[in-house]
């Protein structure tokens, strides 16, 4: 399962889940669904989060079973 | 962009099975009529009043066509209110080669609308089997178009509750 800290890094440069929707040209669901790990996103849309959020694409998204406190 | 479930293309199912409900209604009378045509009329001058019709065949025949109007005109009305409100996501009204609601405006969505055709396309292989074993019995022909209709009104109502569990979230 793909892990991710879109919504602490979201919540850090003070978007709401609609604005980085808006920046990144998805619907706001979209932005939950992988919030919540429920949607994986492709390497295209995971490159357009990782700018806007101001980390590269690793620091964003890795697999689960690999070391968590790495990412934080 | 925020999907809502009140969103024109998330309804659009409904929009279909209001149409196939009131061609079922429709198609009584024109079947009834067609049996008519091809047996040369045969029972309907036979009545103590000169004419013996199907009252409901007559219903029908009326109502079909008169719903058919105010649907295309409530369609219409909907469809124009969507497109200038989403100018870049328009939709065209009779679009045969993509589905109005398919929604593949993202890629999410993209994923939700497979996910969504794919559930359709199970319902259809296990149901069209039972239509063709349904076929081998006598009956009216109306039955068989009604047995059709409420396989697309299925498939809608598949479609849409799918499509509306996404965009609840």
Do not use: C
């Amino acid at each position: 399962m793909l892990r991710n800290r879109v919504k602490e890094l979201r919540a850090r440069h003070g978007f709401s889940q609609s604005e980085l929707a808006n920046y990144v040209g998805v619907a706001r669901q979209t932005i939950g669904f992988i919030e919540r790990g429920e949607f994986s996103p492709s390497i295209a849309l995971s490159l357009r989060l990782a700018k806007y959020l101001e980390v590269r694409v690793d620091e964003l998204f890795w697999l689960e079973g690999e070391d968590d406190n790495d990412k934080k | 962009m925020t999907m809502t479930k009140n969103d024109f293309r998330v309804k659009f199912p409904l929009w279909n099975i209001a149409l196939y409900s009131i061609l079922m209604i429709w198609a009584y009378s024109v079947v009834y009529s067609a049996d008519m045509l091809f047996t040369d009329f045969a029972g309907v001058f036979d009545g103590e009043d000169g004419i013996n019709l199907d009252t409901i065949a007559v219903l029908s025949f009326f109502a079909g066509p008169l719903l058919l109007i105010i649907f295309f005109i409530a369609y219409f009305i909907q469809l124009n209110r969507h497109n200038e409100n989403n100018p870049n996501n328009r939709m065209s009204a009779f679009s045969l080669f993509k589905p109005g609601e398919f929604i593949e405006f993202d890629e999410l969505f993209s994923q939700v609308t497979q996910n969504a055709s794919k559930k359709v396309y199970v319902f259809y292989s296990q149901m069209l089997p039972l239509v063709v074993l349904l076929m081998f019995f006598p009956f009216n022909r109306y039955v068989f178009i009604v047995a059709i209709l409420l396989l697309i009104i299925i498939q809608n109502l598949i479609y849409y509750r799918h499509m509306r569990s996404f965009v609840s979230h």
